[in-house]
């Protein structure tokens, strides 16, 4: 039984506990808050000032991220913490402003471009001198589990990074489930899924441990239970709580454990086509994914146990997992996802299965040795 657990961020977690932000213990007095331009448009950037005018904490709002933040964008914060004298970052939605928000805490304090510290891709590799500025998360959406683990997702040209270390896991995330009821079903199936393949992958990953499988295991759970409920009505508290939890649950899961080569492949495709969102590009190859590893007998009783929870109480076969995966996914109506629709090509799925093992490290922990064809085979099966 081994495993290294480390979660220094302070997790604040219910309903209405936005609310209670200003009682909070700030990292400075001058925050830059990141986020998406309609968190203005739904009320919710005026809840968060009022909280900040409480606390005596002025701020500066930086609201150009988008769906699959990019690196001008982290640049452009940075410059703007710099020159401002921000003390700390204050990221406000879902992954991508609280991605973003950690990316730009890095550049805050150091000097260059934010691909000279990139392990992946053509990421210079460098060693990070200085301490990132804090970061605080609110989190609107329940999916990417980033208010919990270190990691962060970011697009240069065709290339979508993931990166992390000790220092960027949230000072402090602020999960409100109250503020996630604004999200429409389709969006709510997407981060739902993403959350769930967090756990998921996590779960069946080599490094996967008797830590993470606790997180996983509980997190995969609550999808199973709650995620259409949370789709088919949004006002539905107990399921919006349940799907929060689980995302949280499975952010500590990435704090511990990883992804797997699902989410390398999905970059693939969301670099090369940024408007694919990436919970639905995730559920695009999942079934193909989970079918490889089922017929490759590369993970047998951990998939045959996700099943179970799931709901497949008589699961014997690790194929009852996928049958499962694609009934939750008819139950969210989101089982016919075409690629299609995003403008993909099939001429550039090589192209895409190439960029997906440059830019990513998740092919060396994954349960199965891909090969190229293996690769390819998912997305050509996954394409409609």
């Not at 079903?185 to 996967?208: M, R, V, W």
């Not at 454990?257 to 695009?284: N, Q, R, V």
Request: charged share 25%; glycine share 8%.
């Amino acid at each position: 039984m081994n495993f290294n657990f480390y979660m220094p961020s302070r997790v604040i977690f219910g309903k209405g506990s936005l609310n209670n932000l200003h009682k909070q213990k700030f990292p400075g007095k001058k925050a830059l808050i990141v986020a998406e331009v309609f968190m203005k448009e739904i009320g919710y950037l005026k809840r968060l000032e009022e909280q900040l005018d409480k606390a005596d904490i002025s701020y500066i709002l930086f609201d150009k991220i988008v769906p699959n933040p990019i690196k001008e964008h982290v640049m452009e914060g940075a410059d703007i913490v710099k020159k401002e004298k921000c003390d700390f970052i204050i990221g406000m939605g879902g992954g991508s402003s609280i991605d973003s928000a950690k990316s730009i805490a890095i550049m805050s304090t150091n000097e260059g471009d934010f691909w000279d510290y990139m392990t992946r891709g053509t990421g210079k590799k460098k060693a990070i001198p200085n301490d990132p500025i804090p970061v605080i998360a609110v989190s609107t959406t329940s999916g990417t589990g980033t208010e919990a683990d270190p990691w962060m997702v970011i697009t240069n040209g065709k290339e979508k990074v993931g990166f992390g270390y000790d220092k960027t896991f949230p000072y402090l995330s602020i999960v409100d489930p109250e503020l996630m009821k604004s999200i429409p079903p389709k969006l709510t199936a997407y981060q739902g899924f993403d959350a769930l393949f967090h756990s998921a992958e996590g779960y069946i990953n080599k490094i996967a441990n008797e830590m993470s499988d606790l997180f996983a295991l509980k997190s995969i759970e609550l999808i199973g239970k709650s995620l259409a409920k949370a789709v088919a009505n949004g006002e539905d508290e107990e399921a919006r709580e349940n799907v929060a939890m689980a995302s949280t649950l499975a952010g500590i899961v990435q704090s511990v454990s990883d992804c797997t080569a699902e989410h390398s492949i999905e970059h693939g495709l969301s670099a090369y086509y940024p408007k694919l969102e990436h919970g639905a590009g995730l559920i695009a190859i999942s079934r193909e994914y989970y079918t490889l590893l089922a017929e490759s007998h590369d993970c047998d009783e951990k998939m045959i146990n996700m099943a179970k929870i799931l709901g497949k109480k008589d699961a014997s076969k690790p194929m009852d997992f996928v049958n499962a995966l694609v009934e939750l996914q008819k139950a969210c109506g989101v089982d016919n996802i075409k690629l299609s629709d995003y403008g993909v090509k099939r001429e550039d799925l090589p192209a895409i299965a190439q960029n997906s093992k440059f830019t990513s490290g998740l092919y060396e922990t994954d349960p199965h040795d891909f090969s190229d064809e293996d690769i390819l085979r998912i997305l050509e099966k996954s394409y409609k």
